[in-house]
């Protein structure tokens, strides 16, 4: 008995100490509820805080300068494009090649004269034309989205190089050519095959890198009086011509590309100078530039645009002008600020490549011109836009600009991916300018009969 009261009374104590715990532990309980309830105010007042502040400096743009030149009568920003650099509103909604895996091309095999003989001249894959050799060869290695089978196609790819028949006067491309044999070809796969007569060539893709796309001609007039063959009206054109007004030349399903580079070529120049290198020239030209040109049926090269700029800024410092060919001009770009990029006898120029490639600062003289990958490439934010009549004010431009923006430009210019999706290579890199072409095709897959087909079904 005494054994058991005594057992008994650390029960009495143990309780009273349990007691006085849950009574404890119920203030504390309390106590905590509370600063949980005061921390999640305060860390949710702090998050709200925090994106607020976020979302505004994230969506305020950076403004570049915009002035009058005094004495002129209109605004030089009113002609020269100095856009805001706000890049959560421009960005590249790259696809990942993955998701072309659904997109399928068959390229048609045609006899050797219709491509591989022209490739005994060299000249022919590494000239300003030769995208078509360039386009041909990335589908061929491009073995997810081939296909050999044409019946599971949604487009056919014809293989006519018609830009290397270079003439033996001058050793520029003659295309008088062009039109017999891409209808020779026509006929070819007429004939032997029932995917061009089933949709009357609507899903099948030509290249035309040439001055005036599918008109082949590089005179103006004489491509628009010529205008496009009636054989190639339904088809899509890869095509360097293009304008942002309504022209003959591209009045047909196209794709706007640039004109070809070697991407060897410029990864050469750039092992010897870094495209953040020093820059020692401010502005560079060399080619052609006419002190009299020639009247050729009531055309001047260049609307003499380069003649003007030939004697306005021959002998200024601030510009080096060179009239003729040196094979190393790319060390020059390399080492210039504002490479200047006016129109030849067509708007678009391989000076447009060149110069962003090897970091210049492209300086666009050519009213009206449409620029290639738009969607990829924020032109506005790496290049200047000059208007053919402010020829004049080119040195006061470009200083103003070389005063304010330059270093937005020109790390907007930088960016690798810029390049890269101007740049065809031999096997296709994800955003390179094959990528893009694939890219722009993907978005006409309306064009695909074997598409048409299935959701008629």
């Not at 030349?249 to 495209?275: F, G, H, M």
């Not at 011109?369 to 738009?374: A, G, N, Q, V, Y």
């Not at 934010?381 to 000059?386: D, N």
């Not at 690798?416 to 890219?439: C, I, S, Y």
Request: hydrophobic content about 40%.
């Amino acid at each position: 008995m005494e054994m058991a009261s005594e057992l008994q009374k650390p029960k009495k104590n143990n309780r009273g100490f349990y007691v006085k715990m849950r009574i404890l532990h119920k203030g504390r309980q309390h106590e905590k509820s509370l600063f949980f309830k005061y921390y999640k105010w305060v860390l949710w007042f702090s998050f709200t805080l925090y994106f607020l502040t976020s979302f505004f400096i994230s969506n305020k743009p950076i403004p570049l300068s915009k002035t009058r030149v005094s004495g002129s009568k209109s605004s030089i920003a009113s002609r020269v494009l100095f856009e805001s650099v706000n890049k959560t509103s421009h960005k590249s909604k790259h696809k990942d090649p993955a998701s072309f895996k659904d997109l399928k091309i068959y390229i048609y095999e045609l006899p050797s004269e219709y491509n591989e003989d022209w490739l005994s001249n060299k000249r022919c894959s590494n000239h300003l034309f030769a995208s078509e050799v360039a386009i041909h060869r990335a589908l061929m290695n491009t073995y997810d989205l081939r296909t050999f089978d044409p019946y599971e196609a949604d487009f056919f790819f014809v293989p006519v190089y018609v830009a290397c028949n270079f003439s033996t006067v001058n050793g520029f491309p003659a295309i008088g050519h062009a039109r017999s044999l891409l209808s020779s070809a026509i006929q070819l796969i007429s004939t032997n095959y029932p995917f061009w007569n089933r949709s009357l060539g609507f899903d099948h893709i030509f290249v035309a890198s040439h001055d005036y796309g599918a008109c082949f001609h590089a005179m103006e007039d004489r491509a628009i009086d010529d205008g496009i063959p009636e054989f190639l009206k339904n088809s899509i054109i890869l095509q360097t011509f293009g304008v942002n007004y309504k022209h003959p030349c591209q009045d047909v399903e196209n794709v706007l590309i640039p004109p070809y580079i070697p991407p060897e070529s410029v990864r050469k120049t750039l092992e010897k100078a870094p495209l953040t290198g020093n820059r020692d020239i401010m502005v560079f030209f060399r080619g052609k530039m006419e002190v009299h040109p020639k009247n050729i049926s009531g055309k001047f090269y260049s609307k003499r645009v380069r003649t003007e700029i030939w004697r306005r800024y021959n002998g200024d410092r601030r510009f080096y002008l060179q009239r003729h060919r040196f094979a190393g001009y790319q060390s020059e770009i390399v080492r210039s600020v504002f490479c200047l990029c006016p129109l030849g006898w067509a708007p678009w120029s391989p000076r447009l490549v060149e110069s962003v490639a090897l970091g210049c600062v492209p300086v666009i003289i050519a009213d009206g011109i449409r620029l290639p990958f738009s969607s990829a490439v924020n032109w506005p934010e790496i290049s200047l836009t000059v208007s053919e009549r402010d020829v004049g004010m080119l040195g006061r431009i470009l200083e103003h600009v070389a005063a304010t923006n330059l270093s937005t430009i020109q790390k907007n210019l930088w960016d690798p991916a810029v390049a890269r999706a101007l740049l065809f290579n031999d096997h296709m890199k994800e955003g390179d300018a094959t990528w893009q072409v694939l890219d722009s095709l993907y978005n006409k897959l309306d064009r695909s009969y074997k598409r048409s087909r299935v959701s008629s079904q």
